[in-house]
C-alpha cells in the first residue's frame, strides 16, 4: 500500500511538474494589431478583418528580459522561447483584433503556472506564411528594419506581407496547482498578475511593418527621391 501512495505521489509530482501555464490572447480594443507602410510614404491601420490574414506566435522568456532588439534575432538565439501557442485575427468590423480558438490557451513548453515570465507575440501576414512560426523566424534570420520596413533575410519577394512584435509584456501564467485563473497578456492597467500588453503607462502600438525582401537600402530611396525631385525641377523650368 505504502509503495502504491508513493508511486502515485511521484506521479503527482512528475506531472505538475511539466504542467504548462494558461493565458488569453485576445487583445480587445488594447494594442491593436496594424499595418504600418509608413516608412513607403503610406499609412497605418488596423489590420483587416478577414480571417487566416495575419497569425501570431506567444514567446516567452526569463523575467528579467525586458526588451528585444529592433530586428528581433533575440527571437533566433535562444533568449525567447516559443510557447507553442498560435493566434489568428478575427472578424470584427475595427479590425486589429487577435484571438484564439476556445479563448484559453495551454503553453506547451517555457511557461509553467505560477512562473512569472516576460512575454510578447511575433505577428505576420499570411502571405508569409501560415501557423509555422519556423518558417518565419528562417525568413527573419539575417533580416534589418531599416526606416520602417524590411529587408534582407529570407525575405525573397518584394513588397511580400507584413512582420513585427509587440511591446513586451510580463505576468504570471495560470493554471496547473496553482489556482490561478489565464494571464490576460493585453490590458489597460496592471493586475495582480503581471503587466499586460497595452496597459499604461504609455502603451505603443503592435505594427506590423511591410516587408519589402530584396529592396534597395533606405538610402537608395532617398536617392531615387532627390532624382525624381531633381527631374520635376527642371521640367517646370523648360
Given at each position: 500500500m505504502k509503495k502504491l501512495f508513493a508511486l502515485l505521489y511521484a506521479s503527482?509530482?512528475?506531472?505538475?511538474?511539466?504542467?504548462?501555464g494558461t493565458i488569453t490572447v485576445a487583445n480587445g480594443s488594447y494594442a491593436?494589431?496594424?499595418?504600418?507602410a509608413i516608412g513607403f510614404?503610406?499609412?497605418?491601420?488596423?489590420?483587416?478583418?478577414?480571417?487566416?490574414?495575419?497569425?501570431?506566435?506567444?514567446?516567452?522568456?526569463?523575467?528579467?528580459?525586458?526588451?528585444?532588439?529592433?530586428?528581433?534575432?533575440?527571437?533566433?538565439?535562444?533568449?525567447?522561447?516559443f510557447t507553442g501557442v498560435y493566434a489568428t485575427n478575427s472578424a470584427v468590423a475595427t479590425g486589429g483584433r487577435l484571438l484564439t480558438g476556445g479563448g484559453i490557451a495551454t503553453t506547451t513548453q517555457?511557461?509553467?503556472?505560477?512562473?512569472?515570465?516576460?512575454?510578447?507575440?511575433?505577428?505576420?501576414?499570411?502571405?508569409?506564411?501560415?501557423?509555422?512560426?519556423?518558417?518565419?523566424?528562417?525568413?527573419?534570420?539575417?533580416?534589418q528594419l531599416q526606416g520602417g520596413f524590411w529587408v534582407g533575410?529570407?525575405?525573397?519577394?518584394?513588397?511580400?506581407?507584413?512582420?513585427?512584435?509587440?511591446?513586451?509584456?510580463f505576468g504570471e501564467a495560470g493554471g496547473g496547482t496553482t489556482g490561478l485563473g489565464p494571464l490576460q497578456l493585453f490590458g489597460a492597467t496592471a493586475t495582480a498578475a503581471g503587466q499586460p500588453i497595452g496597459s499604461n503607462p504609455n502603451?505603443?502600438?503592435?505594427?506590423?511593418?511591410?516587408?519589402?525582401?530584396?529592396?534597395p537600402e533606405p538610402s537608395a530611396f532617398a536617392l531615387a527621391g532627390l532624382g525624381a525631385a531633381a527631374v520635376l525641377f527642371l521640367r517646370r523650368r523648360c
Open positions: 503527482i509530482v512528475a506531472t505538475s511538474a511539466f504542467a504548462q491593436f494589431a496594424r499595418t504600418n510614404g503610406l499609412t497605418a491601420g488596423n489590420t483587416a478583418p478577414v480571417l487566416g490574414g495575419f497569425y501570431y506566435a506567444v514567446f516567452t522568456a526569463a523575467s528579467t528580459v525586458t526588451s528585444i532588439d529592433v530586428n528581433l534575432q533575440n527571437l533566433l538565439n535562444g533568449t525567447w522561447t517555457g511557461w509553467t503556472p505560477g512562473q512569472t515570465n516576460s512575454y510578447l507575440l511575433l505577428g505576420w501576414s499570411g502571405n508569409l506564411a501560415t501557423t509555422d512560426v519556423n518558417s518565419i523566424l528562417n525568413q527573419l534570420r539575417g533580416a533575410g529570407g525575405f525573397t519577394n518584394l513588397f511580400s506581407g507584413f512582420l513585427g512584435v509587440t511591446p513586451i509584456g502603451p505603443s502600438p503592435f505594427d506590423l511593418f511591410v516587408v519589402c525582401g530584396p529592396c
